[in-house]
């Protein structure tokens, strides 16, 4: 049997290219790979623009599109298809993703819910490939103040230290803590680190006056809150 032909971005019917469908209904209504399509422009001689960005999307097929926030110019550029300038407008796009996401005004934005808190800082962890422990500061208003990285690593006693949180709590007179940690594997169930960390900070704050008010453990998308589970 013959090969089937690959059909071309050229031979799609007008209104399902990448390009003239983002014109007509948006960009939120295209897919992963018409999205890498559009950055791509072409294929090679075996893959259409839509395959190349499949093909590109599918390498690590157990992170998917989660794998293009840490591939490198050199792994792209390896790709049939993939030469360094389409490399680096790849990259250049995801790094400013990554920027935007983070560019969301913190400083007065109120929490009501722990659904507040992960609608802000779920781009910025979710895709980490470290644990990043970090505290909320929040005023009496439940307005953040600040947030701070308290520390990189697997979470454990001896690296979050009470200390490190309550001082800076202290410093910018904040009222309320909200605690904050990622999980790489992307599953948020807490372990018992997670908890005793947890009650330890908890106990911590009780004596000086700072609430804890919730601990938020961000995964890929979800996120769990131990106020919600009745965990603290």
Known sequence: MGQVKKMSIKEMALDERPREKMILKGAKYLSNPELLAILLRSGNKDMSAIDLANYIINMDKSEGIRSLCNITIEELSKIKGIGNAKACQI?????????I??????????????????????????????????????????????????????????????????????????????????????????????????????????ILGIDIIDHIIIGDGIYFSFKEKALM
């Open 101 to 206: 996401a983070k560019s969301i005004p913190r400083d007065k934005f109120k929490i009501n819910s722990p659904d507040d808190i992960a609608s802000v800082y779920m781009e910025e962890l979710r895709y980490l490939k470290k644990e990043v422990f970090k505290i909320v500061l929040l005023n009496t208003k439940n307005e953040i103040i600040s947030d701070i990285e308290i520390s990189v690593g697997s979470l454990n006693s001896s690296i979050v230290h009470p200390r490190e949180v309550f001082i800076e709590a202290i410093r910018r007179s904040a009222n309320k803590i909200i605690l904050m940690h990622n999980h790489p594997s992307g599953y948020v169930e807490p372990s018992k680190e997670d908890k005793n960390i947890t009650k330890r900070l908890v106990d911590g704050g009780k």
């Open 91 to 99: 990259l250049a796009s995801i790094e400013l993703g990554k920027r």
